[in-house]
């Protein structure tokens, strides 16, 4: 079992409601979406193929207790499934980050999707896999970025229909880096009662020169 990798490495969670925690990153090649605001376009092209147990080794380097798999897309690899099972197994915390656009029924329940819904802006909003919503599990997580009022609106109705069956704590609204002020989004959020969390990219605070590995 092998997967086409770009980089691995240990940094802070920047985003999700483990923002803040020590944290292992796989991040997988490949993406089938081209979003107008992406920052991570060099996962784009295909990386090295590593077999699991040489991405275990790894990440036993960094001594660290949660890993999340992101991409690019991690889910149009046919083994990431069983890189998750794997990392489960071996006692982490798993996190799983997708563009919302692949079946994520084949993902480990005890995995934690972070899932998107892309807004208007992104280009991609076409490429929502609603049915994947009746997929998510009490400790998923729904994301939707932020570029605008368009945006904001689409994401405050679909929060607003999420609240029924995910905690509106675990449903997060991050404004587009460099585009839209965080103060204006957290402005609105406040002004509508927004059931939803503000989130940041906090590693681009705190590292903000750095493109890759952060």
């Known amino acids: ?97 997708t563009n919302g656009s692949q079946d994520i029924g084949s993902v480990d329940p005890l995995c934690i999707k972070v899932m998107d819904l892309k807004c208007p802006s992104s280009g991609m909003q076409s490429h929502n896999r609603m049915e994947n919503l009746r997929l998510l599990g009490p400790l998923d997580q729904v994301k939707f970025v932020i570029a605008g009022q368009e945006d904001y609106q689409f994401a405050l109705m679909m929060a607003n229909r999420l609240t029924s069956h995910i905690q509106h704590e675990r449903i997060l609204f991050s404004p587009v880096h460099g585009h839209l002020p965080v103060q204006e989004l957290a402005q609105w959020m406040l002004r509508d009662h927004a059931r939803a969390r503000l989130q940041i990219q906090l590693h681009r605070y705190l590292w903000p020169d750095e493109i890759r590995g952060v």
């Open 1 to 97: 079992m092998s997967l086409l990798v770009t980089e691995m490495f240990y940094s802070i969670q920047g985003e999700s409601t483990w923002a803040g925690l020590p944290c292992g990153f796989v991040r997988l090649s490949g993406c089938n979406l081209r979003c107008r605001y992406c920052d991570t376009p060099y996962a784009y092209e295909p990386g090295d193929l590593v077999q699991v147990p040489d991405i275990l080794k790894h990440l036993e380097r960094f001594d660290c207790t949660h890993v999340t798999v992101t991409g690019g897309e991690p889910l149009l690899q046919k083994d990431t499934p069983g890189l998750v099972s794997r990392l489960l197994q071996k006692g982490y915390h798993v996190s799983l980050e």
